[in-house]
């Protein structure tokens, strides 16, 4: 038996002491989490490679990419100016009112409950980017064991209880909890969880997104819940490179057997370029073997999505497998007319996996039409020669609309860690485009700002003092300054 | 017959080009508003005050205060720098990938819904701080007049129109609505609809939220549901000064008829000074002449509250008016133990006007009890000795935790607008808590971010171009710069 109000004011509690805790200490505690993670990687990697089926190389890659995210939030943290610290001075000769002292700085939110996701047992799962944002603005976390990988879980949920001891913080910092979806939602539930964050379909980010609004006090949700990440080609540009293109977007399709939430499922090709594009491409899908998938429930779910597609006359499959498999996901392509896909809005839905289906569309004006019928979307991508794009201001104005992050060259796969990486998009490729799951801007996802007036300056937070110790940046009376 | 598809088509094109104008474009769009509104005030204060039974002193210095937001926020988008542009360059060397250029800044969020605040004719109203910090965020406004005050509302509407065409903005950057409960859901529920900002009442604030929540793409609701305001008084603090402070609370609980969302409804006093405190404070509101509240409905919802409560046997009433009053709020003050305050969540529920319930404690613990009991607030007021609140840091935390500013001097109504301030509590005293309806923090409420990757320098934003053009503060490569 779980219990939930045990885990929760023991959160509670910590949380009370570790909101006011400083940023050194803080960013000591995650360094501590980094390092617990690097001397076990021997460990690790074998073990989240055998629970999700990925090779050890991506393991190891992600590995990497976990700690360097976790050392990104201890600098930030360390170096103070997230908090957004905002000081208007009293003016006692105002008239008709004096003008009192006004200070203003984002603090923690409170214990956040985080659903981690399967197909990153390292990065997006219990000490991924989620986890660690949260703990870097000063709030507890109540984690969610993914039930894909629950030894890697427990592992690396034992490595943070660890650092949080070394740290001297208190215990309620963590809590590492196994279960099902009944677990999942007493946790979102719970009235003292002031914050989710999830990653996975969305199905499961939806429900807890409603389920969330349904509490008596409703809580923020940041639901990571997928998309196409459609590609648009225009026609000089693809008809410049097909070879080099095809093979770009075959392996972003194709990498991790697809599962990746920047995975391009949808890309748009001139009709003028339509045969020898989807030659190029079969080509290139056709060398890439069939790789497993994290688990069979999801190569299940893979296969039926296409089963579901296979039903629908307006799409010609130009590659598919004859045969399903238990947990290997064979690549898929399927081509459909603009005007047949621009009925249906199936054809836009996410099929998680290495599945993506090509649009010949016939002009401008049809590509047009497509971008107004997108949903959100994490990533579009377009590629076009700069006089193409000139040509197509209209356009871009559209698909920045649909998206958190547009890009011009390259494919969407590979999400940088860095501050000006926007992981989030409009509804329903996130809960909160607001919001970005990836970066340092995901630490505010776990803050509110609160305004201190007239507090007497020994009380003040250090980073709203009048001497500014922190030596943050901070709007000072209008000002920028440090 | 309202034509909802035609209002929002309307104005998501007037989006499309808006949200590209420059800042310097808007900054005189939105002084052109301000100018329009100062060259009406003799007949605007006049019409205002007929219809809020507000006097013209007070309407003259709402007034005021509606064009110096209005200026802030014009100075605010001139600047620039609250795009919060941020710049990872690339590095085309990094191994084992190649680092792209990304680029990133806040992008308005699309039209908005705009519901007025009854209390505030000019500053929480049609030309208040939810449309303006809208338009100066680059998004639309769809504005449902307040049915309190109809006739100013169309006045300003047809102001921001005026200075809409003397701008060469397209006309369907703004729309004035007029109709009832029905036609406010027909807004909210409008799939073109990106953003809802609302004040008043909870059970409206939360019908909106609900609604919104309920569409097929959710949006962000930030409705300001008031609050009671609590304001704690400690020993020392209240025994130093027992008749200045019961005149401040006393003037600060009946301004305008006790209609502000930061009227202090609950005041905590220790048992050692209640009597002398509240023969001090009867003794102000005795000499305080009833005031006309805003309209008969508001009026009668004052009395059908105090009706309700005076039913409840804890309550002992120090001061209330034998007769009720088709229009005027007799302010009217009640007394309750701890213990029992603590018994009962009607306690604390908001009574729109001029009451106030004291609450009677008798010591630190009960006060601590007393302040985990209560819901989020707008403010929360402390008056204490420094000794006095040095031993208070507990307390102190949990009070944090309650609201989104934090007083401690002076009173809660009188809400600076400026860069500090925080207008904005937990649930519920508002619908999201990482919000400020007040203040410059506000325009943030109507931007999401977008990434731009590998974009091709001339097609950049000129808050994202490599020279910095808008010679705004950015973070580039993780360093704050100008």
Not at 407 to 430: I, R, Y
Request: hydrophobic share 40%.
């Amino acid at each position: 038996m779980i219990n939930y109000d045990d885990i929760f004011n023991t959160a509670q509690d910590a949380f009370l002491h570790f909101k006011k805790t400083s940023g050194k200490i803080k960013a000591n505690f995650l360094r501590q989490i980094a390092s617990n993670i690097e001397a076990e990687k021997d460990k690790l990697i074998p073990l989240a490679s055998d629970e999700s089926n990925l090779p050890e190389g991506r393991i190891t890659g992600e590995l990497g990419r976990t700690v360097g995210q976790i050392k990104l939030f201890a600098q930030i943290v360390e170096e103070g100016s997230w908090l957004e610290a905002v000081i208007d001075h009293a003016d006692p000769e105002r008239t008709p009112a004096p003008k009192p002292d006004l200070r203003r700085f984002l603090t923690a939110i409170g214990p956040v409950v985080v659903f981690g996701a399967s197909n990153f047992p390292l990065a997006f799962s219990t000490a991924g980017g989620d986890t660690i944002s949260a703990l870097a603005a000063g709030c507890p976390v109540i984690y969610k064991g993914h039930p894909a990988h629950p030894k890697t879980s427990l592992l690396v949920g034992s490595l943070i209880s660890k650092a949080v001891q070394e740290s001297g913080l208190p215990s309620g910092l963590f809590t590492h909890i196994e279960g099902g979806i009944d677990v999942g939602q007493e946790l979102v539930k719970h009235p003292i969880a002031k914050a989710i964050a999830f990653t996975g379909s969305f199905k499961g980010g939806k429900a807890i997104f409603d389920l969330a609004n349904q509490r008596t006090e409703p809580i923020p949700v940041y639901a990571e819940m997928g998309s196409v990440n459609p590609i648009i080609t225009l026609e000089n540009k693809l008809g410049s490179d097909i070879e080099g293109l095809a093979k770009s977007f075959a392996s972003s399709l194709t990498l991790g057997a697809g599962q990746f939430c920047t995975n391009p499922g949808l890309i748009m090709v001139p009709q003028v370029h339509e045969k020898t594009f989807s030659d190029a491409v079969k080509k290139e899908i056709q060398e890439i073997a069939a790789a497993p998938m994290l688990h069979e429930g999801i190569a299940k779910a893979y296969y039926e999505s296409l089963d579901k597609l296979k039903s629908k006359e307006e799409l010609e499959w130009l590659h598919v497998s004859a045969t399903t498999d238990l947990i290997k996901a064979h690549p898929a392509l399927a081509k459909i007319k603009a005007i047949d896909w621009l009925r249906d809005d199936l054809f836009q839905e996410e099929v998680f996996g290495s599945f993506a289906i090509m649009v010949v569309y016939e002009g401008a004006e049809e590509l047009l039409s497509i971008a107004q019928k997108l949903h959100g979307q994490l990533t579009i991508t377009i590629w076009g020669e700069d006089s193409e794009l000139e040509q197509s201001a209209e356009l871009i104005t559209i698909l920045e609309e649909k998206c958190g992050r547009i890009l011009f060259k390259g494919v969407p796969t590979g999400v940088e860690v860095g501050f000006a990486m926007q992981h989030g998009g409009p509804f329903p490729s996130t809960s909160d485009s607001r919001s970005t799951s990836v970066g340092a801007y995901a630490i505010k996802r776990f803050a509110r700002p609160i305004a201190f007036q007239d507090m007497p300056e020994k009380f003040l937070p250090d980073a709203l003092k009048e001497s500014n110790p922190l030596e943050i940046w901070r709007t000072v009376d209008g000002e920028f300054k440090k």
